[in-house]
Each structure stands twice: as structure tokens, then as C-alpha cells.
């Protein structure tokens, strides 16, 4: 359940160079990799982002403002904002996608907490949002289109680095074909050049009003192509998600030159560094290849796809896909992570939440000491500040009251517990 935009220019770590350099030498000769004698990449900080929402704790602008000297104690560079008003009237993140209006003023006032608020280590953070309900392809977007846009007008006044998509269908089946669409007559090819169409008007919006957004999209364009090789990790969930890839690669043909389009990489069961170096690979250069020959990335794309796209990858805390996980797992895994991804790494938190302190029921040191070991190998903030030690939390969390755990409200409890429900059926290894 969190980058760079070409990997010619400068910005890049020596160090991300090495990586590619060794991935790319496993691969050689498999005729996919056409781009593997590309430069290496320059210098690049690297970002550790917190994506979780564990039990009754939201990251919210509001409990984030209640919290924000015991949040910037943890080692994270930024957070995954739980876009929802304090009042509970206005929920941002389940919102933009639906077919409903959503106004820049009630996005601006969901954000005002945290405008203009002086972090000195959580400086990347980004804005959640779930994919919901959208309408079909084939009809109108132009609602859903105009929420994006609002969504970046807020996300840049308010100072985020731009938006986390979680593009799973946890609401209903909008990137399943045929399943989820309205015009089975259609084929497959032709809903795929319209999802790919609208994702590119969705992106375009946003970068009008936001031209320097970054997009975080949890699941690639490799959860919908049939070649994705479940040897390097890729899940074999493309007969549910046919839609998703094309509706990111439009993501790709919109996205902006001072903008990253960022394939997310929610990919739990990744540990070596083989195995990240190897999947880095196939996402860069070999899924817009002749070889593979993807279904929805065009000739004109491919040419463009690996100076321009960004490689991210989730890592989760609890064990998936038959992978263990404990406090010396996680740090090696996300070690590895931060060392092969372009900038960011996001750490998706189920087992505790890491936005209390252990005495309020967050994670232990032991697990918090984990991340923390982790970042030394690469810089540890991107904006230049130096990790904090551990503190107290304030006594708000959960955005105005007070007390050990923010309460939800009805409207958000079973959004979490189906969304958590979800998540569970991913562990178990099925498409969702």
C-alpha cells in the first residue's frame, strides 16, 4: 500500500549507477535490455516515505499538525496524507475519483492544516488517493478530470511533493476488462487506447496546475502486461487489472519535463538485492521493449520510456508471498530498496503504526530502529536535513482531540477495514 525524471540528467547517486550496471550485466544478452549501454546515472538523495493507516491512527492533515514534533522523531523523510477534514465531511482520498465534483475550495480547506508548515525532516510528503468509482472509460471524465486538477492546485499551495495513487480496485472492478466495463462490445485493444487516453488528460490536468507534480502510482503498468515474469516477483494478477497499465501509461505521455510520473512498485515480496536491481531492470528498459512488445505502450513512448519514467518500491512490514519479515529482514529489505530505486521508497505499515510512540501503542524501538538502520546507506533526507531522535507525541491524534489513538468516524471505518480486508487477500497471494 511511495524518483527520478530521466536517468541521463544530473541528480542521480553513483551509487544508482553501480546497481543498474550490475542488473544490467545479469542481463546481458537477453535482447531485451536495448538501452543497457546508457550512461550512468549522476548523484540522486534518496526519500524514505510512510504510507500507513493502522487502526484507529489516520495520518491526516489535522493529526499531523497535532503531532508533528513526535512525527518528524521518526525516520521517515515524508508521509502519505489521509486526505479527510477533521469534521469528517470532506474525504479527499476517496473522493477525486468518484463521479462526484470536488472543489479546490474544499480540498484547499482539507489541507490547511499543514499549509504552510515548517517541517525540517518530513519534507516529501504526498496526498492519497484510492482508486473508487470512476465512471466507465468510454463516458464522461470530465469530473474526474477537473478533481485531479483541483487535487494538484491544493497539493502545491498546501507544499506537497504531489500525490500517492493507489490504484488497486477496491471499490469496483474500473480496470477490469471485461469484467468492470460498461461496453463489452468493445475489445480489449480499444478500451486499452481509451484508458490510456484518459489517464493522459488526467495527468495533463494536473501538471497545468502543478507542472513540477510528482505522481507515485502504487502498482506499474507491470500488473497488466501478460509477460511480466513471475521469476523476478512481477504477480500474476493481470487477467483482473487489464486497464490499470494503459491508464498509466497515459500517466506517462502527460506527465511534464519538470514532473515525475513514478511506477510505485508495490511489490512485498522483493528481499535481495538481486532481486530489486533485477526487477529494476525490467520495469525500466525491458517492459517498453521490442521484445516484450507491450500491448499498451506505443512505438512513440517507447522511445522516451526509460529516460523518463521513475522507479519506485513499496516494502511492507509484515511477511507476503511466503517472505518473512522481522526487524533484521526489514532493514536489509529496505536497505536494498533505497539503494536500487531512483529516489523514493515508500514503507507501507500494517503490523504497527509508526505515527504514535510505543507507550501509546506504536511500533517498538526495535522495529523503528530497523528503518532507522537502514538509511545511512543512502542520504538520509533529500532536502538536506539530518534525522531526529526519538521523542514524545503531542497529546492531539487525531487531528483536534485528545487522547492515545485518533478515532475514525463511522464514515471511514469500513473504507479501512474493506481496504485492510483487500490487502489481506493479497497476502494470500489473490488478485484484488
Known amino acids: 500500500m511511495f524518483t527520478m525524471k530521466n536517468v541521463f540528467r544530473s541528480g542521480r547517486r553513483l551509487a544508482a549507477g553501480l546497481v543498474l ?19 550512468a546515472p549522476a548523484a540522486q538523495d534518496k526519500a524514505l516515505v510512510y504510507a500507513g493507516w493502522f487502526g484507529n491512527t489516520l495520518p491526516t492533515p489535522g493529526f499531523i499538525a497535532a503531532n508533528k ?31 462526484v465534483p470536488l472543489s479546490y475550495d474544499a480540498i484547499d480547506s482539507v489541507l490547511n492544516p499543514i499549509k504552510d508548515m515548517e517541517f525540517t525532516q518530513l519534507k516529501q510528503n504526498f496526498g492519497l488517493v484510492l482508486g473508487t468509482t470512476p465512471p466507465d472509460f468510454f463516458d464522461d471524465w470530465s469530473t474526474i478530470v477537473d478533481n485531479f486538477a483541483n487535487l494538484a492546485r491544493a497539493a502545491k499551495n498546501a507544499g506537497l511533493k504531489g500525490i500517492a495513487f493507489d490504484n488497486e480496485q477496491y471499490f469496483a472492478p474500473w480496470g477490469n476488462y471485461p469484467t468492470g466495463v460498461a461496453y463489452p462490445g468493445a475489445s480489449l485493444a480499444q478500451y486499452q487506447v481509451q484508458a490510456r487516453l484518459r489517464g493522459r488528460q488526467v495527468m495533463e490536468a494536473m501538471v497545468a496546475e502543478f507542472p513540477a507534480i510528482v505522481v507515485v502510482t502504487l502498482h506499474g503498468p507491470y500488473v497488466s502486461e501478460p ?79 526509460a529516460d523518463n519514467i521513475s522507479i519506485s518500491f513499496g516494502v511492507y512490514d509484515l511477511p507476503f508471498g511466503g517472505k518473512s519479515m522481522n526487524p533484521a529482514i526489514l532493514t536489509t529489505t529496505l536497505t536494498n530498496a533505497l539503494a536500487t530505486a ?5 514503507f507501507y505499515a500494517e503490523d504497527s503504526t509508526y505515527l504514535l510512540p510505543e507507550s501509546q501503542g506504536g511500533a517498538t524501538d526495535e522495529w523503528v530502529d530497523a528503518v532507522r538502520a537502514a538509511l545511512p546507506a543512502t542520504s538520509s533526507d533529500p532536502s538536506g536535513s539530518t534525522p531526529l531522535g526519538l521523542g514524545t507525541a503531542s497529546g492531539d491524534s487525531g487531528g483536534g482531540s485528545s487522547g492515545s489513538c485518533g478515532l475514525l468516524g463511522i464514515e471511514v471505518v469500513p473504507v479501512l477495514l474493506f481496504i485492510g480486508l483487500q490487502r489481506g487477500l493479497k497476502r494470500r497471494n489473490r488478485p484484488v
Do not use: H
Not at 21 to 39: D, H, K, N, R
Not at 256 to 276: C, I, K, M, P, T
Open 21 to 39: 550496471a550490475v542488473a544490467v550485466t545479469l542481463f546481458a544478452g537477453t535482447g531485451a535490455l536495448q538501452a543497457s549501454s546508457a550512461p
Open 69 to 99: 514534533s513526535f512525527l518528524e522523531t521518526q525516520p521517515f523523510n515524508g508521509l502519505i496524507v489521509y486526505l479527510r477534514s477533521s469534521s469528517l465531511g470532506i474525504n479527499a482520498s476517496t473522493g477525486v475519483m468518484k463521479n
Open 227 to 305: 509477460s511480466a515474469p513471475e521469476s523476478l516477483n512481477f504477480p500474476q494478477w493481470q487477467s483482473g487489472n487489464e486497464l490499470l497499465g494503459p491508464f498509466f501509461a497515459g500517466f506517462q505521455e502527460g506527465s511534464s519535463v519538470a514532473g515525475q510520473n513514478v511506477d510505485g512498485g508495490e511489490l512485498y515480496d522483493l528481499r535481495s538485492a538481486e532481486d530489486f536491481q533485477q526487477n529494476y531492470v525490467w520495469r525500466r528498459y525491458d517492459i517498453a521493449s521490442s521484445a516484450v512488445n507491450c500491448a499498451y505502450i506505443p512505438s512513440a513512448l517507447r522511445t522516451t520510456w
Open 342 to 346: 531512483d529516489t523514493w521508497v515508500w
